[in-house]
């Protein structure tokens, strides 16, 4: 089953609008991760939130993280159309073997129109 | 520049003949990863090292084999490939494994066909 669930499965929206995704995750994490792709090209960091922390942000972005409901969310503020892009979460499962995993959520795909 | 390269882009095969995938990183990082994405389900882990001779499985590693003889090096090998593996490929690396909380880079992805 998949660890990291995104929702919505895609958003479109105009330019200037902000722009929310969620995260959801079955098992505790050590961290969770954001990634964007744009079309059929290699996925780029976008920001890491570690277990212990709640909220970080990075320019435009901001990302919460509840470890009680095991949920994730991605804020992008006043969206350009060069964010148009999937976004993915990623979680690194704590404990035992899981270490050295990154399990990949089935991603948003995010439209912003200019 | 900092990168992960992989060759061959695009690859078209037939079923059963041997391929290998190249991933090479020049970033002296310990940890390399291989995934494959496809429609609808994400990215899945197929094989990761936490550093040289080190290689452990991922999520969907049958059909797949992977060695780690240099720290830059991580190529895919498909033995006997079968139409199920068509997919897109991506290998990433990072400083450290996921766990100790490194971000991975990831290299621009090989499309694979098999017929």
């Known amino acids: 089953s998949q660890q990291g669930e995104e929702d919505p499965q895609a958003l479109s929206i105009q330019e200037g609008e902000n722009a929310t995704m969620n995260c959801s995750y079955k098992?505790?994490?050590?961290?969770l991760q954001w990634y964007r792709q744009n079309s059929g090209r290699g996925l780029v960091h976008l920001i890491l939130?570690?277990?212990?922390?709640r909220e970080k942000h990075s320019g435009r972005l901001r990302v919460t993280l509840d470890t009680s409901k095991k949920s994730s969310s991605l804020l992008i503020t006043a969206s350009r159309a060069a964010d148009t892009a999937s976004y993915f979460c990623?979680?690194?499962?704590?404990?035992?073997?899981?270490?050295?995993?990154?399990?990949f959520g089935q991603g948003t795909i995010l439209t912003v129109h200019p | 520049e900092a990168q992960v390269t992989q060759n061959p882009r695009y690859l078209i095969t037939v079923t059963g003949k041997k391929l290998t995938v190249t991933c090479s990183q020049n970033m002296n990082h310990e940890y390399m990863s291989w995934y494959r994405q496809d429609p609808g389900l994400g990215l899945r882990q197929i094989y990761y090292?936490?550093?040289?001779?080190?290689?452990d499985k991922g999520d969907v590693p049958e059909g797949y084999k992977v060695s780690r003889k240099e720290k830059r090096n991580f190529p895919l090998i498909l033995e006997s490939p079968s139409p199920n593996q068509t997919s897109l490929y991506f290998c990433a690396s990072s400083l450290s494994k996921p766990a100790v909380n490194y971000e991975q880079y990831f290299g621009p992805g090989t499309r694979l066909t098999v017929t």
């Open positions: 939130i570690r277990s212990n922390e």
């Open positions: 990623a979680t690194s499962a704590a404990g035992g073997t899981s270490y050295g995993k990154l399990t």
């Open positions: 090292s936490m550093n040289v001779e080190v290689t």
């Open positions: 098992t505790s994490i050590n961290n």
